[in-house]
């Protein structure tokens, strides 16, 4: 697949993401379905940061309100309670990391760019109106996430909501397709196997398949067990195109972009002998 340099405005300075960046995940959460990702003291949220970085993700991915399937939203003010005691843990540790923040909410996203410079807002909600005029005020990079069932309906729901976001002078723009969300075992898979057409769209695409439950529940496991599937997959979501994985394990995931990296430039190579 060709390479495309997209890049993300981050307070200035361009991020580029000619090579796939990986995005760690760090959930302040007690209910996440994966346990191993929970933290929530002030040393377990900087021992994690500080090995999300180590490990070679150029993203912090923090999120406060769990939205696995079956868990109940904890409310607008404990999700900034739990935000503001992991942001500025982060900042501290790590004061230019890339940080990106998971939530739905307008006002947390407010917050955290306002009060801790939040440089990525990533959104499950699918894009509702008044998320799109936050951060379209806001002008940091939006994740727009798709809980649709098929890659139609998905494409229909980006090509709206991105307009709508351009009519209001938004630039940054990553299209997630939503894996696990509003989607059975067959729909997440026809969703992978599709990917590529996401870039008709000309934006970088995030992929999050992380441990879930269309890997261990097809493999017959728990969360735990499933590392080697979702290496799998996020390797095939790289030859499709993805710019940045979001994951659990951050040393796999690396490792995988490195590999599939230097198979990209051979492939380059005999494309350019054949042509010659």
Do not use: W
Not at 50 to 58: D, L, T
Not at 222 to 245: F, M
């Amino acid at each position: 697949m060709p390479i495309v340099n997209y890049t993300l405005n981050i307070k200035g300075r361009l991020l580029s993401l000619r090579e796939p960046q990986v995005m760690g995940i760090l959930n302040v959460t007690p209910d996440s379905f994966y346990a191993m990702s929970r933290v929530q003291t002030e040393r377990e949220i900087a021992e994690r940061a500080n090995r999300i970085v180590a490990e070679g993700a150029s993203m912090i991915d923090v999120g406060a309100c769990s939205t696995r399937p079956g868990s109940t939203p904890v409310t607008e003010e404990e999700e900034m309670r739990r935000l503001r005691l992991a942001l500025d843990v982060v900042r501290c540790e790590l004061p230019f990391v890339t940080l990106s923040v998971d939530t739905f909410r307008p006002a947390v996203a407010r917050m955290v760019v306002e009060e801790f410079g939040a440089d990525i807002i990533n959104d499950v909600g699918e894009g509702q109106e008044d998320m799109l005029r936050m951060v379209s005020r806001l002008r940091v990079p939006y994740v727009l996430m798709s809980a649709r069932p098929t890659m139609r309906e998905t494409l229909l729901l980006f090509a709206e909501r991105v307009q709508r976001l351009r009519d209001m002078g938004q630039k940054d723009i990553i299209l997630d397709p939503g894996f696990g969300f509003g989607k059975n075992l067959e729909q997440n898979y026809e969703h992978l196997a599709a990917l590529e057409q996401l870039q008709v769209l000309q934006l970088p695409v995030l992929v999050g398949v992380s441990r879930k439950s269309m890997i261990f529940r097809l493999l017959g496991q728990e969360p735990a067990q499933a590392l080697n599937g979702t290496t799998v997959l996020n390797t095939i979501a790289l030859t499709k195109g993805a710019s940045i994985l979001r994951v659990h394990d951050v040393k796999e995931t690396v490792e995988s972009v490195k590999l599939v990296g230097k198979l990209g430039c051979y492939q380059g190579q005999a494309e350019d002998r054949y042509r010659g």
